[in-house]
């Protein structure tokens, strides 16, 4: 995963949209971001750098100004916690209905069929 921040020459929204489908819509990328008052486009994903800036001037004035590996976002970690939780509480009730079985005993005599 990676991180690209670009500092983007974008004056109004219609241009802004257009950037950020178009970011969105390449391979690779899970986010982009923009912000309106700084002018600096945020894309983070699996992306191929090149393909990415060459996109993006073909739309707009565009800079780099750092890329880096992407830090995992806050709001995912707390989502991951949450489905630990629910993987565990799942692997505690299987294990509680694997003990019920092994309780429950058969006999095998009530439900034969004997042919004569």
């Given at each position: 995963m990676k991180k690209a921040v670009f500092k983007v020459g974008v004056d109004d929204k219609k241009a802004r949209t257009k950037v950020l489908k178009t970011m969105v819509g390449l391979a690779g990328?899970?986010?982009?971001?923009m912000d309106e008052k700084e002018k600096k486009l945020t894309?983070?994903?699996?992306?191929?750098?090149?393909?990415l800036v060459s996109k993006l001037k073909k739309l707009c004035h565009a800079e780099i100004v750092s890329v880096g590996p992407a830090n995992k976002?806050?709001?995912?970690?707390?989502k991951d916690d949450d489905e630990k939780k629910k993987e565990d509480d799942e692997k505690?009730?299987?294990?509680?209905?694997?003990?019920?079985?092994g309780a429950y005993?058969?006999?095998?005599?009530?439900?034969?069929?004997v042919i004569c």
């Open positions: 990328v899970d986010t982009a971001s894309v983070i994903g699996d992306i191929d750098l090149v393909s976002p806050e709001g995912k970690k707390k505690k009730k299987i294990a509680e209905l694997v003990r019920g079985y005993k058969v006999l095998g005599a009530a439900n034969a069929c």
